[in-house]
């Protein structure tokens, strides 16, 4: 009876974040300056499993539809429809179902597990809100593929991980959106392998095909995704460091229009402080603009790309615990962004007739409160064995 009880016990976790910062930008589009103080990051995330762990849930809250309907400054941001601006994610962020170990002790030492939901698919490198800098890179929608309804098998086998996955194509329009699963699910794929050569290091190529991503009814192009990535996590003398160096390529209209990503980033945590550092440099398309000049045409179609532009960001900050006597993790964040615009040859779009010159840069100034231990959003079953 005790083993019993013990094989259905169900154990969860909660943990919850949320940032207030206030950024500056120079310039921004149509010249001139801005600040705003914003809620950033607010979620709440549960991980549960049950039956000895073969069944697990991961699901994440985000509130951002509320805290940033209008997107947030961000150098260099794009996506769904905002420019220069990172834009809200859906409500429903994570909610996947896994069943894990499916064969148990009958497969020797190979984890098979079957996962479906709402999420993140395999592609790519992890989600930027779990990474050390605030801003979210320029690369966002070139490196990670999310809040799609997916279905997704993995299988580990010693140091090497397989996962693939179906899933639908179109983006999300709007926060409280779900995945178009009639006539849309099962229209993309993907697959990651990621070998662990040591317990801190990880070494991942993953490739995409997704449909119609800005063209929720399915008649935009096809994408062609490619990703290659290493990340190390481990101590280094008395802290913690981190390091990742990733490069994307999204090709679409068969290679017509191609886009590359080149990014790396490293931190080290000591002694209740953590400096980090980012540098990339990325293309993005540049699309027609509404009369807000922070937002895009959408659905985007291919005769709105006036042309392509290459990001070249620098971005560097510092989190410090903040020694508050609260049941939290407080820390003070300070970090500042400078970055170079370049019109690449053929296009109509150059950064200087919307900007007024091609450099950018930025200051935020915030306070995050966070609780608990976040899960590794992304990574379900088979992959959540190796997270660090």
Do not use: C
């Amino acid at each position: 009876m005790l083993a019993v009880r013990l094989f259905l016990q169900v154990a969860t976790t909660l943990s919850a974040q949320g940032v207030l910062a206030g950024t500056h930008v120079n310039p921004i589009p149509g010249s001139g300056t801005l600040t705003e103080l914003r809620v950033l990051q607010p979620v709440l995330m549960l991980h549960s499993t049950a039956v000895a762990d073969h069944l697990s849930l991961h699901a994440t809250l985000n509130l951002e539809g509320l805290t940033i309907p209008n997107g947030v400054l961000t150098v260099g941001a794009w996506g769904e429809g905002f420019n220069d601006r990172r834009h809200p994610h859906t409500y429903a962020h994570e909610v996947i179902i896994t069943g894990n170990d499916l064969l148990g002790p009958r497969d020797g030492a190979i984890n098979i597990s079957i996962s479906a939901g709402k999420g993140f698919v395999p592609f790519g490198s992890d989600d930027p809100m779990s990474r050390p800098a605030l801003a979210y890179p320029v690369n966002h929608h070139w490196s990670q593929v999310l809040e799609r309804a997916v279905a997704l098998l993995g299988v580990r086998t010693g140091p090497v991980l397989l996962e693939a996955a179906l899933f639908n194509g179109d983006e999300p329009e709007r926060p409280a959106q779900w995945p178009r699963v009639a006539g849309r699910f099962g229209d993309s794929w993907s697959a990651r392998v990621t070998a662990f050569p040591a317990p801190w290091l990880e070494i991942a190529g993953s490739h995409a095909s997704v449909n119609s991503p800005e063209h929720r009814p399915g008649a935009g192009s096809v994408q062609q995704k490619w990703h290659l990535s290493a990340r190390a996590e481990r101590g280094v003398g008395i802290g913690q460091g981190y390091a990742l160096l990733e490069w994307a390529r999204t090709t679409e209209f068969g290679g017509f229009f191609a886009f590359n990503s080149l990014l790396g980033e490293a931190s080290l945590a000591l002694r209740g402080s953590r400096g980090y550092y980012r540098f990339e440099r990325t293309d993005r398309p540049e699309e027609s603009r509404t009369i807000n000049l922070f937002r895009s045409l959408r659905p985007h179609l291919e005769n709105t790309i006036l042309g392509t532009t290459r990001w070249s960001v620098h971005t560097a900050g510092s989190r410090v615990r903040l020694g508050i006597p609260v049941p939290a993790r407080l820390e003070a964040v300070v970090e500042g962004s400078y970055a170079r615009a370049e019109g690449l040859s053929g296009g109509l779009f150059q950064p200087i007739s919307i900007y007024g010159r091609d450099t950018v840069w930025s200051l935020t100034l915030g306070i995050s409160i966070s609780t608990g231990d976040k899960h590794r959003m992304g990574r379900y079953g088979a992959a959540a064995e190796h997270t660090h």
